[in-house]
């Protein structure tokens, strides 16, 4: 959840280069009745997400170029964006089956949530806000293949879910790790955070103590076998994404055979007539 208190800068504790942090509780049991019906129940939430989405994209625009002046986001801005990132982020979980209690209808939600961001206003390069969407380009390319490539075999992941009442800790570490990422690609490209987006693969468990545990993914100690289903999804976008480029390669060239033999007929057809 973004913090209330508007204090660009570190604060005392913080790392040299604060990343956004996603605070997520994992449920022990789902009900299989909300996992049968998750995405017609969020359907109402996706209607609200669309608009959010329409003046979320006007509000980054204006704050490119308030950032450009200021180097920072000023700070209705930041707090419209990073309630609007906890508002996607927290849909997001839930229709990756992460969660099994309901998303409320607000930017700031209740303490007690299960899904938390946690962004932190700061000061921003003016030359990296300058060439953001460039800079992020790698960043956004591993999102999306891993994104794609969780959604390929989505039915499968709710097969799962659905029959065992609960995801498999493998499953649930992957799947988290993919949304904290795109999380932190989203605060990127918004400029909610000068942090390019890393920690795909989770935390080191060494360096970690105990203690500071706070939540599933705070930290996200991921065993070997969320981080190769991580692999998975990463190698099942890219073979997504190649097969969506041939197909459509190959459509456009039936396109324009058609369009040529069409041409050849209407030519011949109006020889005739000529002759």
């Known amino acids: 959840m973004a913090d209330a208190q508007w204090s660009p800068g570190r604060r005392a504790g913080d790392a040299a280069e604060f990343l956004p942090l996603l605070d997520l509780v994992e449920p022990v049991r ?56 906890g508002y996607r982020t927290r849909v997001a979980a839930s229709g990756m089956l992460l969660i099994d209690r309901y998303p409320p209808f607000a930017l700031n939600p209740p303490p007690d949530y299960p899904v938390q961001i946690d962004v932190r206003p700061s000061r921003l390069n003016r030359l990296a806000v300058f060439f953001r969407l460039i800079l992020v380009i790698p960043a956004a390319v591993v999102q999306s293949l891993a994104t794609s490539g969780w959604c390929v075999l989505a039915i499968l992941w709710w097969l799962i879910t659905l029959i065992l ?26 400029m909610l955070s000068p942090a390019y987006p890393k920690g795909f693969f989770g935390e080191d468990a060494l360096s970690v103590p105990e203690r500071q545990r706070r939540s599933a993914t705070r930290p996200l100690v991921m065993t070997s076998a969320g981080k190769a289903l991580l692999v998975l999804f990463l190698v099942l976008g890219l073979v997504s994404a190649l097969t969506t480029s041939v197909t459509r390669s190959s459509s456009d060239d039936s396109d324009m055979w058609m369009r040529q033999q069409t041409g050849r007929v209407v030519h011949t057809s109006t020889g005739m007539i000529a002759r």
């Not at 498999?168 to 990127?188: D, G, H, N, Q, W």
């Open 165 to 190: 009442g609960r995801m498999p800790r493998p499953l649930f570490e992957a799947t988290a790790a993919t949304l904290r990422y795109e999380m932190r690609v989203s605060a990127y490209v918004s």
């Open 30 to 85: 789902q009900r299989r009745l909300t996992v049968f019906f998750r995405l017609l129940l969020l359907i109402p939430h996706l209607v609200v997400l669309f608009f959010l989405e329409i003046a979320a994209f006007f509000t980054v625009v204006f704050g490119w170029f308030a950032a450009l002046v200021l180097g920072r986001l000023p700070e209705p801005v930041f707090r419209f964006l990073a309630g609007v990132l």
